[in-house]
Every structure is written in structure tokens, then in C-alpha cells.
């Protein structure tokens, strides 16, 4: 049945369905194909170039992947795009930040897909919060608020005995906003750090 599913009709059908990032089991859905099969079918078009694997399971066209932001929540949930790239998107820092940054309650992972380096780093679940939902390309994605990713990225860094960042807007911080989120993480040496860095 794999033979009968040529590349017109594999890309066609796929993107009829509008599936931006697909897995072996809506292969097996939109061709009523078996497991075997989809699988043969993504790992044929994988290495013909017309898909591109994005994660284990997890596939995309190359001429039509999602934006960077959603794929960051689609790799690995929950998260939410959160620290240093955050902070960037918002422009409280002036550098650009490449490495997509995330939490997430689940365990710290890393991918690198499709030319971009996906970090994430487990948090809290009490402090799993202090996030907003935007939308790019008619794409939804979660991403901290400015106070939260500033948190979270002192949260790291203090943590692993790193300095605070030194260069960024402090006129775009809500001061209370931030404390109140910094007290989710029950950590004193952050709150401390914190109400430093802010003054």
C-alpha cells in the first residue's frame, strides 16, 4: 500500500489537511495505511529530502515549517519560550539571542533541528506560570511576559552561580511583578539577588 502513495500525492493530501508537523500516525490516518507502512513512507521521503524529521516521530515540509516559536512549544511539552531568548523578543536586552530558550516541568533536554538549538530547562510546577499566548503567522505559541523571563533567567543563573545579566532595559521591569513571581520559587538568595539587580 506504501508503493501506491506517490510523492504528489503524499505532499498534496498532507497539505490539504493543513498538518504543519505530522507523525506516523496521521500518515496512517490521511492514507489508511498501517504503522509499518507510514513509517516507510516518512523515512523513503525523509531521505529523498521532501520532509524533514523536526524530532523523533515528528515531521515538517522544509518549504512550509512552522515559525521557530511555535515549533519551540511543539518539541517538547509543556514549555513556554522563557529567559534569555524572551528577553531578547520583548527587547529588554539589546543582544540577540539564536538559542531558543524554554521551561518546562518535565526533565532539562536540548534539541538541535532544522539549523536552530532548543533548550529546555525544568522548573518548578508552582512556578510554572507568567506566561502569555501570541501569535505569529497564524501560529499561537506561549512565551514568559517580560518580569517572568527576567525571573527565570536570574533563577538560572543563580542557581548555577552565574552573574546577573548587567545589560538590560530596567524601565520595562515591573519591580513588584517580578518579586511576586520570584517568590514562587521559594529561593531567598533569588529574591535577594533580585531586589538588587532592580534597585
Given at each position: 500500500?506504501?508503493?501506491?502513495?506517490?510523492?504528489?500525492?503524499?505532499v498534496?493530501?498532507?497539505?490539504?489537511?493543513?498538518i504543519?508537523?505530522f507523525?506516523?500516525?496521521?500518515?496512517?490516518i490521511v492514507f489508511?495505511?498501517?504503522k509499518?507502512?507510514?513509517t516507510f513512507l516518512?523515512?523513503r521521503?525523509?531521505?529523498?529530502?521532501?520532509?524533514?524529521?523536526?524530532?523523533?516521530?515528528?515531521?515538517?515540509?522544509p518549504?512550509a515549517?512552522?515559525?521557530?516559536?511555535y515549533?519551540?512549544?511543539?518539541?517538547?511539552?509543556?514549555?513556554?519560550?522563557?529567559?534569555?531568548?524572551?528577553?531578547?523578543?520583548?527587547?529588554?536586552?539589546?543582544?540577540?539571542v539564536?538559542?531558543?530558550t524554554?521551561v518546562?516541568?518535565k526533565?532539562?533536554?536540548r534539541?538541535?533541528?532544522?539549523?536552530k538549538?532548543?533548550s529546555?530547562?525544568?522548573?518548578?510546577?508552582?512556578?510554572?506560570?507568567?506566561?502569555?499566548?501570541e501569535?505569529?503567522?497564524?501560529f499561537?505559541?506561549?512565551?514568559?511576559d517580560?518580569?517572568?523571563?527576567?525571573?527565570?533567567?536570574?533563577?538560572?543563573?543563580?542557581?548555577f552561580?552565574?552573574?546577573p545579566?548587567?545589560?538590560?532595559?530596567k524601565t520595562?521591569?515591573?519591580?513588584?511583578k517580578a518579586?511576586?513571581?520570584?517568590?514562587?520559587?521559594?529561593?531567598?538568595k533569588?529574591?535577594?539577588?533580585?531586589?538588587?539587580?532592580?534597585?
Amino acid at each position: 500500500m506504501a508503493k501506491l502513495v506517490n510523492r504528489a500525492d503524499f505532499v498534496a493530501k498532507i497539505k490539504a489537511k493543513k498538518i504543519v508537523l505530522f507523525s506516523p500516525r496521521d500518515v496512517q490516518i490521511v492514507f489508511g495505511v498501517s504503522k509499518i507502512a507510514a513509517t516507510f513512507l516518512l523515512h523513503r521521503y525523509t531521505k529523498g529530502g521532501i520532509i524533514v524529521r523536526v524530532k523523533r516521530g515528528l515531521y515538517s515540509f522544509p518549504d512550509a515549517l512552522p515559525p521557530e516559536l511555535y515549533l519551540a512549544n511543539k518539541l517538547y511539552n509543556p514549555s513556554y519560550v522563557s529567559r534569555e531568548f524572551a528577553l531578547s523578543y520583548h527587547g529588554v536586552i539589546p543582544e540577540t539571542v539564536y538559542e531558543i530558550t524554554s521551561v518546562t516541568t518535565k526533565a532539562t533536554r536540548r534539541f538541535e533541528t532544522v539549523g536552530k538549538i532548543y533548550s529546555y530547562r525544568r522548573i518548578k510546577k508552582t512556578a510554572f506560570t507568567g506566561y502569555v499566548v501570541e501569535k505569529q503567522r497564524g501560529f499561537t505559541f506561549r512565551i514568559a511576559d517580560i518580569e517572568k523571563a527576567f525571573v527565570d533567567s536570574l533563577y538560572y543563573r543563580v542557581l548555577f552561580n552565574k552573574k546577573p545579566i548587567s545589560r538590560f532595559d530596567k524601565t520595562k521591569i515591573d519591580k513588584n511583578k517580578a518579586l511576586k513571581y520570584a517568590r514562587l520559587f521559594n529561593n531567598q538568595k533569588l529574591i535577594a539577588i533580585l531586589k538588587r539587580t532592580l534597585l
